[in-house]
């Protein structure tokens, strides 16, 4: 039994499976996830897991060079936003409409759905590699 990290086997084997420059995105309990894109759901109830707590284990296991968010974000939830920024602050980032980043999740590898009922805790993430290059 693996005895630390994330368990949940789905999503540990999706990040598992990342390579240099795939997308996935982490979203709230009611983000639309396009038709033909894997869900690993976590959501229990409103509030579990929160986003924080998702972002937190995907990264402790996954190198991120860069993070699109919509940019509603910035009036809506700036402690999110902050939070964000302190956990990525290496990584290009992009803000975008929501409209545009619900449209630009019809191309990621996965999604995670949480239990967070704030506004905006929706974030496409591009995978990096974990060596310098």
């Given at each position: ?8 086997a ?5 990040i598992?499976g ?7 995105m ?15 759901d ?15 284990a995907?990264l402790?296991?996954?190198?991120i060079?860069?993070y699109?968010?919509?940019n ?11 939070y964000?920024?302190e956990k990525?602050?290496?990584a290009?980032?992009n ?15 996965f ?15 591009r995978?990096?590699?974990?060596f310098?290059?």
């Amino acid at each position: 039994m693996k005895k630390r990290g994330i368990i949940n086997a789905q999503l540990a084997g999706l990040i598992a499976g990342l390579g240099h420059k795939d997308t996935f995105m982490i979203g709230d309990g009611g983000m639309p996830i396009p038709k033909g894109v894997e869900v690993v759901d976590l959501a229990l109830c409103g509030g579990v897991p929160t986003f924080r707590q998702v972002m937190d284990a995907i990264l402790d296991e996954a190198e991120i060079e860069q993070y699109t968010i919509a940019n509603e974000i910035e009036e809506k939830n700036p402690e999110l936003l902050a939070y964000i920024r302190e956990k990525l602050p290496n990584a290009e980032w992009n803000m975008v409409p929501h409209t545009e980043l619900k449209e630009m999740s019809r191309n990621v590898k996965f999604a995670v759905r949480t239990g967070e009922f704030t506004p905006y805790p929706n974030i496409i993430l591009r995978a990096g590699v974990a060596f310098p290059a």
